[in-house]
Every structure is written in C-alpha cells, then in structure tokens.
C-alpha cells in the first residue's frame, strides 16, 4: 500500500517510481491519487499491463461492473 495509507499492519508501504518484484518479474508503482488519496496503480513495463491497486484487496473481495 502507499506510504500515506492509514494501515499500520501492511508488509511494505510504497510510494511514487518504487519498483517491485514478483518472482523475478518487476512491478513499478504509481502514485495515482483519485478515488482515495493513497490510491496506486501498477505497472508491468515488459508485459504492458495496468492494474488499478483497488483490484488488490486485503480481507475482501471484488466485483466488476458490466
């Protein structure tokens, strides 16, 4: 989650151009501030793929809309 997000519980606090890995692919982190003010998305540069970062949800689900 952003540096700036009130959630004292969270592994790793990111903020604007980190980058992280997954296995041996790199994750670049963009601060994206709108729906919420920490709000981030994410960047997979090799595969050219955007996920918002409210599709990662901690202790609930999602759903998305038609």
């Known amino acids: 989650m952003h540096k700036d997000a009130p959630a004292p519980l ?3 606090h990111v903020q604007d151009g980190d980058q992280v890995l997954v ?3 790199p994750i670049q982190v963009l601060h994206t ?3 919420t003010p920490d709000s981030v ?3 997979l540069p090799h595969q050219k793929i955007v996920m918002p970062g409210d ?3 901690i ?3 999602g ?3 038609p």
């Open 63 to 65: 759903a998305l809309l």
């Open 33 to 35: 501030p709108g729906h």
């Open 23 to 25: 296995g041996d692919v």
């Open 41 to 43: 998305t994410y960047y």
């Open 10 to 12: 969270i592994d790793r």
């Open 59 to 61: 202790g609930g689900t």
């Open 55 to 57: 599709l990662i949800l």
